[in-house]
């Protein structure tokens, strides 16, 4: 019987992909280490696997001897139960890539004073409900025609986001995006991106404009967390078979509950925190993290 791994150095790419010389650099210093299986390519010059048993602080310290110009995503995860049943996703600069109630700010000609606020809130410096009824305020009177118009002209999903969620469901994982953003557009990119469930908050208006408030209780950090708690109970799984993913710091409760919780592009306080970080990557390296070979992509 061969050696067991209990743990698994996942590698995937931005834009520029891997090089041989690059993957045989990353094995020869995870293998200077520990005690480590030979690379396993998930797809070729994209992603790959170095499975290994031993101390990760000393798979990371090895690494940092590497070049820091690769862009490459380097991330290490638990061997068993990779594959997640559950996918619990933020939306505004996670699965889309931008945030809605800015570009509904730029229709109102005062974008640089709410994108500032939303900054400060992604960030963690700032409470999340407060931040939200501030920046809505400033948004009172602007016609709802507006909220079309920002969907229509401004939001698009960030690249691999429907080829996460068909390749997750064909396998039989289920789908809920979760956002502290509006339910005018949760309910519309969860169409377009292939999530069977949403949350979101109600940005009310009074039929021609809004009105400056937003419907209580507001979905913040703690909800998202309750979302990712209410659906694992739910679909009778445990914690640890969901995958949780955001960019911001009212992601950080579901990220740090999730068995696998990952910084998609993340605001630097969110990605010290989780337990993987994608920031060179697209959408699919979610895939990669969870074991999935190219070949098992599915195509919207």
Request: contains cysteine.
């Amino acid at each position: 019987m061969g050696p067991h791994f209990p743990l698994v150095l996942n590698v995937s790419a931005g834009r520029h992909g891997i090089s041989p010389d690059m993957a045989e650099s990353i094995g020869a210093a995870v293998r200077s280490a520990v005690l480590a299986a030979d690379t396993d390519w998930l797809a070729p010059g994209k992603a790959f696997d170095i499975s290994f048993a031993g101390d990760p602080d000393a798979v990371r310290a090895a690494l940092r001897q590497l070049n820091d110009e690769w862009l490459l995503d380097v991330n290490i995860i638990a061997a068993a139960n990779r594959r997640k049943k559950l996918l619990v996703a933020d939306m505004d600069s996670t699965i889309i890539c931008c945030e809605c109630i800015d570009e509904l700010a730029d229709m109102a000609g005062i974008k640089p004073k709410v994108a500032a606020i939303t900054e400060r809130a992604m960030r963690g410096e700032i409470d999340f409900p407060a931040a939200l009824r501030e920046r809505v305020a400033l948004l009172n009177g602007l016609a709802v025609r507006e909220l079309d118009r920002v969907y229509r002209e401004r939001v698009r999903l960030n690249p691999g986001a429907r080829m996460m969620t068909a390749t997750m469901r064909a396998h039989g994982a289920r789908t809920l995006l979760v956002s502290g953003g509006f339910t005018y557009f949760t309910s519309r990119v969860a169409s377009d991106a292939g999530f069977e469930e949403t949350q979101g908050n109600r940005l009310l208006d009074d039929g021609a404009v809004l009105t400056g408030k937003v419907g209580e209780p507001i979905l913040g950090r703690e909800a998202k967390l309750m979302a990712l708690e209410e659906a694992v109970a739910r679909f009778r799984i445990g914690l640890d078979d969901a995958v949780a993913i955001g960019d911001g710091a009212n992601d950080l409760d579901m990220i740090r509950r999730a068995g696998m919780g990952v910084a998609y592009h993340a605001k630097p306080v969110v990605a010290a925190a989780a337990g993987c970080s994608i920031s060179h990557g697209d959408l699919s390296s979610v895939l990669y993290l969870q074991g999935y070979r190219a070949g098992e992509f599915v195509s919207p």
